[in-house]
Every structure is written in C-alpha cells, then in structure tokens.
C-alpha cells in the first residue's frame, strides 16, 4: 500500500497537470501517460489506451505508450455489458473472470486485468482503459481514477462554462455571511479568493440564543467546478441543519451526493462544529486542516474524524468533543495560511501560524484575522494568492 501523504502529493500534483493542460484531446493523452508515470509502480497501472466514442461504437485513437505485448483491441460496441458497467459507475475494475471489457488484457500470461473510466466533454466522450498488474488495491485505484475522472470531466465541461463565471461570483459572494452576534463570544471571518471565483467556503448557523453552528471548507481546484461545490453545500446545509438533528447521517448524505456529482468539483474537506454557551464544542472534521484552539498557554488541534467527503460513496465519520474556555481562541482556516511560501521558497508553516495566534491572543477577534491575514501574505510578498485563503477566528469573552 502506498504511503498516504506520498499518494495525496503524487495526485496532487497530477489534479495540477490537469488544470493547466490547454486543448482536449491532448490533454486526455498527456494525462493518461502522466498517470502511468507517477501511480504504475505504486498503483500496478499500465498500458492505458484510449478510445473515442464514434456512432454506435468506441473507437481506439490512443494505444500504450511503454511496450504492450498484448493485441490490442480496436473497438468496443457501446452497447456491450462492460461498456454499460463503465458508462453506468464512471469507473469499473472488471476482477470478475465471467466480464472483461477486453479478454486480450485478461487472458494475459501474467496475472492482469481491465480498469477503465469514462471521460466527456460538452462534444464528446472517451473511455481510457488500463492494465491492472497484480498486488492492486482497490481503494487506492478507485480513489485515483475518480479523482482523474473527475478533474478530467471539469476541466473539459468548465470551458464550455467560463461565460458563466461572472454570474457564479455573484452567486458566491451573496452566500457569504456576515458572522453573527453570539454573547459571550467574538467572531471574525474572511476569505479571499485566488481565481475570479474560489473553492474555500464559510458559514455560520445561528440555532438559538445558546447554540451556533459554523463550518469552513476547501473544495478541491479552484475556479467555476470548485465554486460550484461550495455553493451546493452552504445552500444544502442551510436546508437540513436544526439544532435538534443528528448530524451525521446529514454529513453522510451530503457525502453521496458530492461522490454522484458531475458538473461540480468532487471533493472538499469541511470543518463543522457546534458551539455553545458555556464553550462545549462538538465536531466533525473531513479530511481538513485541523483547527488550533489555543487557551491557557496550550494548543490543541481538532484533527479529521473522518476522511473528505466525495472520495468513497459510504464513508466513516464520528463526532469529538472539545471545550473552549474563556479567552480562548480558535482559529479554522483553509492549507493557504501555512502553505504559502516565500522567494526561498519556505513555507510560513503551521508553527509560525501558532506562533501569531500566542503572542497575540489577547486582541480582539478582529484584530487576530487582520494580523494573521497581513503577516501570511507579507510572507509571501510579492506573489499574490495562489490558493484561496479562509480564516475564522473564535474568541470566548466571557
């Protein structure tokens, strides 16, 4: 099994070839052999071909770019089983000897079978099939070929939309609240946006005198797809959450419905937590930075209880308790803060983050953003913002 923070780093860096490849089938072909490059030893994937949907019918239009033995096959009918099993799930690994989109990989001399995914843009639809070698893990490659997919699908859909992105920071904009009045606490929020739009989101639920509800998130990309996301979960969260409701079935929910989305980016990391009078704080964290709570000259991190949502269709998720205190401060942002770099390319880091929140806890909640905005970006100087940057700052005064 792949090292986890080896396998986010390698997809990382594959989402990032993708945002920045220019013309489609191209970037179709640049992004499969790139795949093959950076997961076939750790993932056992190779020998990706592509084929183009044509009438009734797939046609191969890209064959393996590292030495195949195998024959290749030079086309599919669209209406075949293992081509509805691909067009129906979005991604199928054919491990059932009884069904092979393609008998040539599976009657191998060496153990291999069949993975494929399907790619569509606004004119037209692959589908990239792959070698599976054995010591495969279906978790892994299930994750990486949907976040391919995924990126893939929103990349070649999002230019067909990029007239719409002034209409969408409209939209996002109006969904930003202001931080509510809450006795007994100061509350600051920002977020500053590295494209026309973002993918950071913020809000606040104010449920009753003694209970607030609030969350922070960080969709995956940047753009229209991941200002899309965020949209549909403030909105979504907005119509379900009460405070007299489980939450976690809601978050469990909310997960299926980014895994079946198509038009929007696929994943986000989301920071929810109740807060009450007295500083109890209950929580959720999806696969996000953890929050640092700072009182009594100690930090304490709010670490993920879950992983981020879109990236299985039923995933685990629990609650943790915490508790604020008085002249506490929680701080809740997106990787921005501590991921930016200066000109010898060092990250401010999270030590340096801490280091801000406790020699200056004793200002007001205000004056705790605007210092930690002002000292990340001047860290940083003279790059602007390359991700979205999200900070809430939560201070209890009494």
């Known amino acids: 099994m792949i090292e986890p923070k080896t396998f986010y780093r390698k997809l990382d860096f594959l989402l990032n070839k993708i945002d920045k490849e220019q ?26 071909r592509i084929y183009l949907e044509d009438d009734d019918e797939y046609i191969l ?75 495969w893990i279906r978790e892994e490659i299930e994750f990486c070929l ?6 893939l699908n929103y990349r070649l859909v999002s230019e067909s939309l990029i007239s719409e992105k002034n209409q969408a920071t409209r939209i996002q904009q109006s969904l930003l609240r202001t931080p509510p009045a809450f006795e007994g606490y100061q509350i600051a ?18 449920y009753n005198d003694n209970k607030l509800g609030l969350c922070i998130g960080d969709a995956s ?11 549909d979960v403030i909105t979504g969260l907005r119509m379900v959450l009460s405070p007299t409701q489980d939450i976690l079935p809601i978050f469990k929910k909310l ?17 929810y937590a109740d807060i009450d009078k007295t500083g109890n704080i209950g929580y959720i964290n999806a696969g996000h930075p953890s929050p640092i709570l700072f009182q009594d000259g100690v930090f304490q991190k709010l670490d993920p209880t879950g992983m981020i949502f879109g990236a299985v ?11 604020i205190n008085k002249e506490g401060v929680l701080l809740l942002f997106t990787d921005a803060f501590f991921e930016r770099q200066n000109s010898l390319g060092e990250m401010f880091g999270l030590e340096r983050l801490q280091d801000l929140v406790g020699l200056h806890h004793e200002k007001n909640a205000d004056e705790i953003l605007q210092l930690i905005f002002e000292t990340v970006y001047d860290f940083g100087k003279p790059a602007k913002w390359e991700d979205d940057a999200t900070l809430l700052v939560i201070k209890k005064v009494e």
């Open 221 to 231: 990309g940047h753009g229209l797809p991941a200002a899309l996301l965020t949209r």
């Open 23 to 48: 013309t489609e089938q191209n970037i179709l072909i640049s992004i499969v052999n790139a795949l093959e490059t950076t997961f076939g030893e750790d993932l056992h994937i190779h020998h990706g």
């Open 313 to 323: 269709k039923d995933m685990e998720i629990e609650m943790a308790t915490s508790k």
């Open 61 to 135: 239009i890209h064959t393996p770019n590292n030495g195949s033995s195998v024959p290749l096959t030079e086309s599919f009918q669209t209406d075949s089983e293992p081509i509805q099993k691909i067009l129906i799930n979005g991604t199928y690994i054919f491990d059932d000897p009884d069904l092979s989109v393609d008998q040539n990989i599976s009657n191998q001399f060496e153990y291999a079978i069949p993975a494929a995914f399907t790619v569509r843009s606004p004119e037209y639809r692959w589908i990239v099939v792959l070698e599976l070698k054995s010591g």
């Open 146 to 151: 949907n976040a391919v997919r995924t990126a």
């Open 189 to 206: 929020a920002k977020s500053s946006v590295a494209d026309i739009v973002g993918g950071d989101l913020y809000d606040f639920y104010q």
């Open 255 to 271: 997960n299926r419905v980014i895994f079946a989305s198509v038009l929007s980016s696929h994943f986000i990391s989301l920071f």
